[in-house]
């Protein structure tokens, strides 16, 4: 793919028109910074139908080697004041965010009791979900489709990871359209086909922490086999989650475990689509090239699109200095393309080397997502069941992407087989 050039002065990443710019231009716009300003500063504007003042700005990071040490190094970089990047109270930020906008103790504690319920013997378990889940959602897709033709994002690449998720938390299918529209909406901010006002974002997560809530004391006076059972009865330290720290770890789990495992599926379906030696290099000797073609999708989706932290004092990264309270902000779908570490970063390519690491699932350290080896193991099993039983599946229409500066998705998205 060879990116337009485009001048230093026509970039402004707090601007909303720049998210609603071809892919390819902005791709070109992170080049260009990435050569000529890799700190540049901007401004934070005001956000429509938001009560939340500007803040005073931030660096942006672009580089992948910066966004490493960022995020490896969380004493000198915090995430307590928001990994987003305007300001909201801490309270706000603990409520939707859960453990990604703290910091140790408090992240470390939370993150022990957590992680109890994401131990490998726990991924082990849930391997027979992935497969029966994936196996129905192209069941599902020949039932209700026999023209051949369906919205991929919808019945697809949406529908496995939401259904795992349930899965796991013991949630029923009755509920699985509600959590759908839940997570649409608290990640639909700033596309005006999710989410209107501030007040409607707020009155959402207020209705998925009030469902939580009932789970989590449901789960600690019946548990069951499910991932929030262990939870709600895991004890570290002498301490277990309370009911309002497991709905926050819940906010976090049905939207960050749905929406970045479909984002990579869906990118990654229409990539095979275009390319079609890279799906018949896969398809044709699937075990041999699976590592690394899942991590080529997620590299080259990056379906968050940044994070941020906050310096806890004055410091630099790579030579430039930082003062104590400057925000920083790592744009990882920028150093997933960083030409001084990845070979044509603009191509898509499965058996490029999983080493250097991609930064999709953030850049090591304590804030490492968490459920990485399951959406891993998602992607490759959904993919493999299409391989399998729908080998003539590809895209049909471009993407209908999510209006948005956070996250990398695609709405809609039209295939036939």
């Not at 649409?184 to 086909?193: A, K």
């Not at 749905?258 to 599926?265: D, L, S, V």
């Not at 275009?274 to 999708?297: G, M, P, S």
């Not at 992407?401 to 087989?417: D, E, T, V």
Request: one cysteine or more.
């Amino acid at each position: 793919m060879n990116l337009p050039v485009v001048p230093l002065a026509d970039i402004d990443l707090s601007d909303p028109e720049f998210w609603t710019k071809p892919r390819d231009w902005r791709f070109g716009a992170f080049k260009t910074l990435r050569e000529e300003s890799p700190f540049h500063f901007f401004e934070e504007r005001m956000v429509e139908n938001s009560p939340i003042p500007p803040g005073p700005g931030y660096r942006a990071l672009v580089r992948h080697d910066d966004i490493w040490h960022v995020s490896r190094n969380a004493n000198l970089f915090k995430s307590g004041a928001g990994s987003n990047i305007g300001d909201l109270p801490v309270e706000i930020n603990e409520f939707f965010g859960s453990m990604i906008n703290m910091d140790d103790p408090k992240h470390f504690r939370l993150r022990s009791i957590v992680s109890k319920g994401f131990t490998p013997k726990e991924i082990t378990a849930l391997e027979e979900s992935v497969r029966v889940r994936s196996a129905s959602v192209i069941d599902r897709m020949f039932e209700r489709f026999p023209n051949r033709e369906c919205d991929f994002v919808r019945e697809v690449a949406a529908l496995m990871p939401l259904q795992i998720i349930c899965d796991m938390m013991g949630i029923p299918e009755s509920d699985e359209e509600m959590i759908f529209n839940w997570t649409n909406t608290i990640l639909g901010v700033g596309d005006p086909e999710y989410v209107g006002t501030f007040e409607d974002l707020v009155r959402v997560g207020g209705e998925i922490f009030s469902y939580a809530l009932a789970l989590g004391e449901e789960r600690l006076k019946n548990p069951g086999n499910d991932i929030a059972s262990i939870m709600m009865n895991a004890v570290v330290d002498g301490e277990r989650l309370t009911a309002q720290e497991f709905g926050s770890f819940f906010i976090l789990l049905v939207v960050a475990g749905n929406e970045t495992t479909r984002t990579a599926i869906g990118h990654g379906m229409r990539e095979l689509t275009i390319h079609r030696d890279q799906r018949e290099l896969w398809f044709n000797d699937f075990e041999t090239h699976t590592k690394t073609a899942v991590e080529e999708i997620v590299r080259y989706a990056t379906p968050v699109i940044h994070f941020r932290r906050t310096a806890t004092e004055d410091t630099e990264i790579n030579g430039q200095p930082i003062k104590e309270g400057e925000k920083v902000v790592m744009f990882y779908q920028s150093g997933n393309r960083d030409e001084s570490v990845f070979t044509n970063p603009n191509d898509f390519d499965i058996r490029r080397s999983a080493q250097p690491a991609q930064v999709g699932f953030g850049a090591g350290g304590p804030h490492f997502c968490l459920g990485a080896n399951l959406a891993r193991r998602e992607i490759a099993v959904m993919f493999d069941e299409i391989r399998r039983r729908v080998p003539t599946l590809e895209i049909t229409s471009e993407p209908d992407y999510l209006q948005s500066s956070f996250i990398n998705g695609i709405k809609r998205m039209n295939c036939a087989w």
